[in-house]
């Protein structure tokens, strides 16, 4: 039996047993992993019960109970894994485990699983709407005000880019009243596949948002092309798909670009060793060859040195983007349709 006082904050402790207990008419466990997570604060374990595998999760307490979460409204759609256990005003739950997959390695075809991630992404943005509402133009000013404070890193690639930013901040629609259930961080360790579905998990950072965001951070990591967006578009919009739509999203791809390079900077400041100076080279962090070495291993966004040059790789990404004859076209569309 695996010890749950070895891993389980002591206040938590008799919480998590009488979770158990009541789900499980035992508080004992054969197994207990900690999980590495996204953008959540919670702590996850993978916990293993009479030989079979959930989620314990642990959240901070809340002081009502009335208000269903983002996670319970997505799993009731079967779009997060199943609920055993929830107690809210504990911050305790208890879901499925699924047992993840390669998706490339079972969808044979890059349009498949472009067109399945796009309607996975439809899917979530037709959930009933979150109540849970945040400032989108708020938190990517924040972040960039907090990189700036900070002054780990400077130079003319960021320079440009929030040159670029501040006109993509004039002139894209932030107060669309269009807004959807969003998830807001769909990298690929939150989409789970069985071998037959794709499960999204880790719903903390999720609320009421601009549907393009879901639909710009997933096409980050999986759309390399022309080809792949128009797949991926397509499966989301249908016959509805409009210059308009290809505008919005060529523009949240980049601010999306740079929260996640602020997010990476942000991490990469937290990591590195005290005293240490973050080495200003961009030259070398050339996307494409850093999500390589992520693939492989090589790189590990856990680590120092992974979390930097991720970071730099996005800034150099960015700016290419925003350099683009796509850019400035981009802007016409917005503007004559706007």
Same mark, same amino acid.
């Given at each position: 039996?695996?010890?749950?006082?070895?891993?389980?904050?002591?206040?938590k402790?008799?919480?998590?047993?009488?979770?158990l207990?009541?789900?499980?008419?035992?508080?004992?466990?054969?197994?207990?992993?900690?999980?590495?997570?996204?953008?959540?604060?919670?702590i996850?374990?993978?916990?293993?019960?009479?030989?079979?595998?959930?989620?314990?999760?642990?959240?901070?307490?809340?002081?009502?109970?009335?208000?269903?979460?983002?996670?319970?409204?997505?799993?009731?759609?079967?779009?997060?894994?199943?609920?055993?256990?929830?107690?809210?005003?504990?911050?305790?739950?208890?879901?499925?485990?699924?047992?993840?997959?390669?998706?490339?390695?079972?969808?044979?075809?890059?349009?498949?699983?472009?067109?399945s991630?796009?309607?996975?992404?439809?899917?979530?943005?037709? @959930?009933?709407?979150? +109540? $849970?509402?945040?400032?989108?133009?708020?938190?990517? *000013?924040?972040?960039? #005000?907090?990189? !700036? =404070?900070?002054?780990m890193?400077?130079?003319?690639?960021?320079?440009?880019?929030?040159?670029h930013?501040?006109?993509?901040?004039?002139?894209?629609?932030?107060?669309?009243?269009?807004?959807?259930?969003?998830?807001?961080?769909?990298?690929?360790?939150?989409?789970?596949?069985?071998?037959?579905?794709?499960?999204?998990?880790?719903?903390?950072?999720?609320?009421?948002?601009?549907?393009?965001?879901?639909?710009?951070?997933?096409?980050?990591?999986?759309?390399?092309?022309e080809?792949?967006?128009?797949?991926?578009?397509?499966?989301?919009?249908?016959?509805?798909?409009?210059?308009?739509?290809?505008?919005?999203?060529?523009?949240m791809?980049?601010?999306?670009?740079?929260?996640?390079?602020?997010?990476?900077?942000? @991490?990469?400041?937290? +990591? $590195?060793?005290?005293?240490?100076?973050?080495?200003? *080279?961009?030259?070398? #962090?050339?996307? !494409? =060859?850093?999500?390589?070495?992520?693939?492989?291993?090589?790189?590990?966004?856990?680590?120092?040195?992974?979390?930097?040059?991720?970071?730099?790789?996005?800034?150099?990404?960015?700016?290419?983007?925003?350099?683009?004859?796509?850019?400035?076209?981009?802007?016409?569309?917005?503007?004559?349709?706007?």
């Open positions: 039996m695996a010890a749950l006082q070895n891993l389980i904050p002591a206040a402790l008799p919480a998590v047993e009488s979770a207990l009541q789900t499980f008419n035992t508080s004992q466990v054969q197994k207990i992993t900690l999980l590495a997570g996204g953008l959540s604060a919670s996850v374990y993978k916990i293993e019960v009479d030989g079979q595998e959930y989620v314990l999760k642990l959240d901070s307490p809340v002081e009502s109970a009335d208000q269903e979460s983002c996670m319970e409204i997505a799993a009731v759609a079967g779009i997060a894994p199943k609920f055993y256990y929830l107690n809210r005003v504990a911050g305790i739950a208890i879901t499925a485990f699924i047992q993840p997959m390669s998706m490339q390695a079972v969808f044979k075809s890059r349009e498949l699983l472009l067109s991630l796009g309607k996975v992404v439809s899917s979530i943005h037709n @959930l009933p709407l979150f +109540s $849970k509402e945040n400032s989108l133009i708020d938190t990517v *000013d924040g972040l960039i #005000a907090q990189f !700036k =404070t900070s002054k890193l400077t130079g003319p690639v960021f320079d440009a880019c929030f040159a930013y501040e006109t993509i901040r004039k002139y894209y629609p932030w107060d669309d009243a269009d807004k959807v259930s969003s998830h807001n961080d769909l990298n690929p360790n939150n989409m789970v596949f069985d071998g037959e579905k794709i499960w999204v998990i880790d719903w903390d950072a999720a609320f009421q948002n601009d549907r393009y965001v879901d639909l710009a951070i997933l096409a980050n990591f999986y759309v390399t092309d080809d792949g967006e128009n797949i991926f578009l397509e499966a989301y919009f249908g016959s509805e798909l409009n210059d308009y739509n290809r505008a919005r999203f060529f523009m791809r980049q601010i999306c670009r740079l929260v996640y390079a602020m997010l990476m900077f942000k @991490l990469a400041e937290g +990591s $590195k060793i005290t005293g240490a100076v973050h080495d200003p *080279d961009m030259e070398k #962090a050339d996307l !494409k =060859t850093i999500k390589k070495q992520l693939g492989t291993g090589e790189l590990s966004l856990a680590a120092y040195h992974g979390q930097l040059i991720f970071g730099k790789a996005l800034m150099n990404e960015t700016l290419e983007q925003m350099r683009s004859p796509r850019f400035a076209l981009s802007f016409d569309n917005l503007l004559i349709i706007e």
